[in-house]
C-alpha cells in the first residue's frame, strides 16, 4: 500500500515545526502605521465632510469621555493583572490570560488608530478661526487623541503584565 503524498513532502523530509506557543508584544512599527493611518484619515475628514454634507463634524464630549473610561477600564485591569501573577503567584486560567493579551493588543492597535484620527482632525483646525466652532473642535479633538494615547498606554501596561517568568522580554505568553 503506498500513501499519497504532496509533492513537496515525501517521507525523507519532517514535518513542519509546530509554534512555539509563545506571542510577540506589539510592535512600535504597528503601532505607528495606525496611528499615522488614523492620522491621515483623520485630517482628510474635514474637507471630505464639508463637501458632502455642506459642513464638518462636531466632536461631543461624551465620546471624550467614553475614550477615557476605556483608557481608565484597560489600566485598572493591567494593574490587577500585574498585582495577581507578579505580586500574588497567583495563576491565570489559560483562556482568561489569552483574553487580556487579546483585548491589550486589539486595543493598543485601535487606539493607535483612533488617537491619531483625533489628532488629524484637530491638525485639520488648526490655523482655522474664520468657521463656527473651530476653536472648540480643535480643543475637544486634542483631548479624545490624548485619550487615544492613553488607551494605548494602557493596553501596552496590560500586555506587559500578562507575561510570564522566564520568558524572553519580546514574548508573552
Known amino acids: ?23 510577540s508584544t506589539t510592535s512600535v512599527g504597528a503601532l505607528v502605521g495606525f496611528g499615522l493611518t488614523g492620522l491621515v484619515l483623520g485630517w482628510l475628514l474635514r474637507p471630505a465632510s464639508i463637501r458632502l454634507n455642506g459642513s464638518a463634524p462636531t466632536v ?8 477615557l473610561l476605556v483608557a481608565a477600564i484597560l489600566a485598572a485591569v493591567a494593574w490587577s493583572t500585574y498585582r495577581d501573577l507578579h505580586r500574588r503567584n497567583l495563576h491565570l486560567e489559560p483562556h482568561k490570560a489569552v483574553n487580556r493579551l487579546v483585548l491589550a493588543k486589539a486595543s493598543a492597535l485601535v487606539g493607535a488608530l483612533v488617537a491619531g484620527g483625533y489628532f488629524g482632525y ?33 493596553s501596552l501596561l496590560l500586555e506587559r503584565a500578562c507575561r510570564v517568568r522566564g520568558g524572553d522580554d519580546s514574548d508573552i505568553g
Do not use: K, Y
Open 122 to 154: 484637530a491638525l485639520s483646525w488648526w490655523g482655522v478661526s474664520e468657521a463656527a466652532l473651530a476653536t472648540q473642535r480643535l480643543v475637544q479633538s486634542l483631548v479624545a487623541g490624548v485619550a487615544g494615547v492613553l488607551i494605548v498606554v494602557g
Open 1 to 23: 500500500m503506498t500513501r499519497d503524498l504532496p509533492p513537496e513532502q515525501n517521507e525523507d523530509t519532517e514535518p513542519p515545526e509546530r509554534p512555539s506557543g509563545h506571542v
Open 60 to 67: 461631543g464630549w461624551i465620546p471624550v469621555l467614553a475614550l
